[in-house]
């Protein structure tokens, strides 16, 4: 388990929140909302009528992802003022609430 020490640089705190906005605002929203508005309606139309539901799940799902994404952007965010006030802990204990959510 790797944990920001309290000598963290702002170099790595600014890191953090960019690979997070990298990965999860560009990259997996993006192919959520591919799928969302391109491959699921279309593959809605190929499978038969029992398979609604399925797809129903699946984007239900991209909500619950989407919800906790933010979560943990918003941790990633507040990262930045946790380690410049030495309260380490308490970004480590919102961030294993979100975790324990999944």
């Given at each position: 388990k790797t944990k920001l020490s309290k000598d963290?640089?702002?170099f790595q705190k600014d890191q953090i929140v960019n690979c997070f906005n990298f990965v999860?605002?560009?990259?997996?929203?993006?192919?959520?909302?591919v799928e969302r508005e391109i491959f699921?309606?279309?593959?809605?139309e190929l499978l038969p009528y029992a398979a609604t539901p399925l797809i129903e799940d699946i984007l239900t799902q991209h909500k619950t992802i989407n919800?906790?994404?933010?979560?943990?952007?918003t941790?990633?965010?507040s990262l930045r003022q946790?380690?410049?006030s030495k309260d380490i802990a308490a970004t480590e204990?919102?961030?294993?609430?979100?975790l324990d959510n999944l």
């Open positions: 963290s640089t702002k999860i605002n560009f990259n997996w929203k993006a192919l959520m909302r699921f309606p279309w593959l809605q919800k906790l994404s933010n979560e943990i952007g941790l990633c965010n946790d380690i410049d204990m919102k961030l294993q609430a979100v």
